[in-house]
């Protein structure tokens, strides 16, 4: 566990006061039953996680396979030009016009933003996002799902449609994997869900991390201070505080620099992870199927 954890760091699963909460007792019937397993298969590579990955090797009496990044697997072992190619796990339709925007842009001029497809904000937040957005002066592609507004649309103002015309796009949802490798991509504005944190590892890209909920309060404490490829937004989101961490993120100084180094790093070693041949993820996948064919 990374010693610069906080409470709030912790999973909302188990911040919880309600003993009887459905989602902490669920986790917790998981949890207690986990060495009935025959195996634990993570989405995740060794490196990433090394000292978490120890201490569950050490108290489970059973066989613990990281075979990630799954997306960066999935790229070894398909054939792009296969049946197998067009197949998609979104929970939403892609909008394909997201990559054709990107073309022509400048190398790591662009800030993309995506908060997965369950997370949901106020109408108040989406209007500081939205101005952080506009005043910080980059291109921006956001993605904004009908119900990303608690009980209510996702209707942006006018003056920010008019303030930012022509360096935006808003989509309601994208190829998120495409997207991230695209040199144009500088930064990610993420919820720190689990597959996006995989996949901007993968890419290089580093992170503005505005976690909602689950796991993802840990994951952002991770990309900000074990990995140093994130920064916080932070829960009470003002506009100058997005705007002061893209330029923090996007810009030629120290911090900027630092996480664009770093963020490189782990993009390495997540591809050395999956390659072929000798990569750990796929070696352990190669494992696996061994056993389950036994």
């Not at 991230?180 to 290089?204: D, I, K, P, Y």
């Not at 404490?221 to 923090?248: L, N, P, Q, S």
Request: one cysteine or more.
């Amino acid at each position: 566990m990374s010693k610069h954890m906080r409470l709030r760091d912790f999973s909302s699963f188990v911040r919880t006061t309600d003993r009887s909460d459905i989602l902490f007792n669920f986790l917790l019937h998981e949890v207690e039953h986990a060495d009935r397993a025959t195996a634990i298969i993570l989405n995740t590579f060794d490196e990433l996680e090394q000292t978490a990955l120890d201490a569950m090797r050490a108290i489970l009496p059973l066989p613990v396979y990281t075979i990630g990044p799954l997306n960066s697997l999935t790229e070894q072992l398909v054939s792009q030009e296969g049946d197998l190619a067009g197949i998609r796990s979104s929970l939403w339709r892609e909008d394909q016009s997201c990559l054709k925007w990107l073309q022509g842009r400048e190398p790591r001029s662009v800030v993309y933003v995506n908060y997965g497809s369950v997370t949901t904000m106020s109408k108040q937040e989406l209007v500081e996002f939205a101005w952080g957005l506009a005043n910080c002066g980059y291109d921006f592609l956001w993605i904004v799902r009908n119900d990303l507004v608690k009980g209510d649309a996702a209707v942006l103002p006018p003056e920010f449609l008019e303030a930012t015309k022509g360096r935006c796009l808003l989509a309601s949802w994208c190829e998120q994997e495409a997207v991230m490798q695209h040199e144009a991509v500088g930064a990610f504005l993420t919820h720190c869900g689990w597959n996006s944190m995989m996949e901007g590892l993968s890419a290089g890209v580093p992170m503005l991390c505005w976690p909602f909920f689950a796991e993802q309060q840990t994951n952002c404490r991770y990309a900000c201070m074990e990995w140093g490829v994130g920064v916080e937004v932070g829960d009470d989101v003002r506009r100058e505080v997005v705007e002061a961490r893209i330029r923090e993120v996007m810009g030629g100084g120290e911090v900027g620099r630092e996480m664009r180094r770093r963020a490189a790093e782990w993009k390495e070693v997540a591809s050395r992870s999956t390659a072929q041949p000798g990569g750990r993820s796929l070696a352990n996948l190669e494992s696996l199927l061994k056993d389950v064919l036994k």
